[in-house]
């Protein structure tokens, strides 16, 4: 059994927000404000220097809470949000801005220290999810999806490789290295993001990552554009998408 | 001055179909039953074998009308539906099949023979937006897509290049050898689907014409399966295209 604890609450605009810990890990749960009996859980995984309740977080769950009526949770990755830094995220988040000055590839610094923090992450998301199908609202048995970029996608290929609850997933705009042996046990639906201008992301390992997954439906989105430049209409695709697989009676 | 004559016209589900012919090229317009003044156009482009009301005409049609208030056109391709067949037309339609039976590579014929019609189904194309535009519900100045697959696409190609009128086009399931020159001529937004498991077209050959587009805002769709196995919902994503970039006041 897992700790969960809600922390605060408000509502506004038909979407109601509970703050959260899970053994102390904080979360946040966006639901629809008027409840109607279980629906869908998707969890979201944020980005590299970003955080639980970040726009680009707090837009897409918007969006899935009033467009299809789910229930979306995100927690802080370690060393993001509310979570203290370690040493070694203070020193890779130094080697990466050192890189990112000096105008070296960021590629390698990434991909080691997301797949470090993934490591921490995964089981972490694997207890947020016991404890939030402990939520008569949400329920064990119920269609549960994940939808995570960028360094979301690091964590999320390997929780959802080790997850049988995850049932389909938004992956997209990262690197194959640490990621490709994972994605080739996924064999859930999958819609991957990538940018084909992509100045961090060589094109052939972007599509070379979505070439792992084994999944018999996947879809991959490459839009024309730089790494930052990942169109706001894909998140209407990730919406579409979520409702396909878990449709919900109006 | 193009000859537009309409020739039948029936009513249902809310969708108004009239057949009609300009220059004597048979084609169909899908409008919504109730007008209310003018409204985008999409042109349409069958694919090969096909013809102007197959049900993937007929259906794509259907979902711009209903869903967008658009009005949809197609003709009959050089050829194909009401239209002769020349002797070369059935020269190459036999060497497709012998080549397929034989298991040879159907790209060199398609490639081909694609090109060769849509040298004649261009200006067609041309002479049949210019009809359309005379009619009050269309008019002259009003937003115009293009949405053709395989075929479609080798038509569409040319004809979107060198039609200044077009202003956002959904393409896919060809090769670039014929097409990659024209499409580094345009520049509007496009929409390119494309099969990841395509046993005629190399994923390569694929991949190499929807990097050959030079337009700023372009979406790569590229889905597991075969050549034939374009998954429906692709449909979903080409109103949605359509829908994003000509708006309608609801």
């Given at each position: 059994m897992h700790s969960l604890h809600f922390t605060a609450e408000t509502s506004s605009n038909g979407v109601r927000e509970r703050d959260f810990t899970v053994d102390g890990v904080p979360g946040v749960l966006w639901s629809p404000?008027?409840?109607?009996g279980r629906a869908p859980l998707i969890l979201m995984a944020h980005g590299g220097g970003n955080h639980k309740k970040s726009p680009a977080m707090a837009g897409r769950a918007h969006r899935l809470v009033t467009g299809c009526g789910f229930h979306v949770a995100v927690i802080d990755a370690p060393g993001h949000g509310d979570r203290p830094r370690t040493p070694h995220d203070e020193r890779e988040i130094a080697e990466l801005f050192r890189a990112r000055a000096a105008g070296e590839p960021e590629g390698p610094i990434v991909v080691r220290y997301n797949a470090h923090l993934a490591e921490q992450a995964v089981p972490e998301y694997r207890a947020t999810l016991d404890a939030l199908q402990e939520l008569p609202e949400i329920g064990p048995g119920g269609p549960v999806g994940f939808f995570g970029l960028n360094m979301g996608t690091a964590i999320g290929v390997p929780f959802v490789a080790s997850e049988p609850r995850i049932a389909a997933a938004v992956f997209g705009l990262h690197w194959p290295d640490a990621l490709a042996d994972a994605a080739r046990r996924i064999t859930v639906p999958i819609e991957f993001d990538l940018q084909w201008d992509d100045e961090h992301i060589p094109r052939e390992s972007g599509l070379a990552l979505f070439d792992a997954f084994a999944s018999k439906e996947k879809t991959l989105h490459a839009n024309a554009g730089a790494h930052k430049e990942l169109p706001r209409f894909e998140v209407d695709n990730a919406v579409l998408f979520f409702a396909r697989h878990f449709p919900r009676a109006a």
């Open positions: 404000a008027s409840g109607t």
